[in-house]
């Protein structure tokens, strides 16, 4: 395990569906990150949370809605989702300090997402 | 802009030969950069980074190559592995922007 876990590794929604997506760090790191990772494309940052405060929204669909209770657990709640979301989900996690240079990202496994 | 990018999206090379990734950035403001390695069904994973004030990093059978002056960046792998077979990525990170903006990824292909 890298540190990093997320919940479920799979998920097969509709696209009237609920559901959410969880992430867990257990690496005492301040800061978390939601990405999407089609194929051909590079990773796509969605959402940054520092010290529990979303910092970026990076003009992502509505249909997608963050939530960090704290500095251990992220979500990211699902709705109405289309077809062409259907990706993997990476979550990530770093420790962010005093100085501007990343120490670079500890990432989970991801969610395997597809929308039917 | 923003941008990361590899050369080339997929790379095969033989059991026990040294493979080189290479990578272009576009932003002279990138203050580090990071490979990283995702296998098959797992997130990526940290491989080695190297500050803008270093031109080369080596670590175990990895070495990461660094020249500013045509903003490229590059990943050997020394004596491939079966388990080198993964997707690599780059990432540099902008400085003040507090983020890590990611490449495509070269798919390597190790043959036996």
């Known amino acids: 395990e890298t540190g990093v876990t997320q919940t479920p590794r799979h998920l097969v929604m509709g696209m009237t569906n609920k559901k959410s997506l969880k992430c867990e760090q257990h690496?005492?790191?301040?800061?978390m990150y939601w990405y999407k990772q089609s194929a051909k494309k590079p990773l796509e940052l969605m959402f940054v949370?520092?010290?529990?405060?979303?910092?970026e929204n990076n003009s992502v669909p509505s249909r997608f809605s963050p939530e960090c209770p704290n500095s251990s657990h992220l979500f990211l709640h699902l709705h109405t989702l289309q077809p062409e979301d259907s990706a993997l989900y990476l979550c990530?996690?770093?420790?962010?300090?005093?100085?501007?240079?990343?120490?670079?990202?500890?990432f989970g496994s991801g969610t395997r997402l597809t929308v039917v | 802009g923003e941008s990361v990018g590899l050369h080339l999206p997929t790379l095969s090379v033989q059991e026990g030969d040294n493979s080189i990734i290479n990578c272009a950035y576009s932003?002279?403001?990138?203050?580090?950069f990071i490979w990283y390695k995702q296998e098959s069904g797992k997130g990526p994973q940290f491989i080695i980074d190297?500050?803008?004030?270093?031109d080369k990093r080596q670590g175990q059978r990895v070495t990461v190559l660094l020249n500013k002056t045509v903003k490229h960046l590059s990943l050997q792998i020394a004596a491939t592995q079966p388990g080198d077979s993964a997707v690599y990525f780059c990432?540099?990170?902008?400085?003040?922007?507090?983020?890590?903006?990611f490449g495509q990824g070269t798919r390597l292909t190790i043959n036996p």
């Open positions: 990432a540099e990170n902008i400085r003040g922007a507090q983020k890590l903006v």
């Open positions: 932003n002279s403001a990138s203050d580090y």
């Open positions: 949370y520092s010290l529990e405060e979303r910092v």
């Open positions: 690496l005492g790191h301040n800061a």
């Open positions: 990530a996690s770093s420790q962010e300090g005093l100085t501007e240079i990343n120490y670079g990202y500890t």
């Open positions: 190297i500050r803008s004030n270093m």
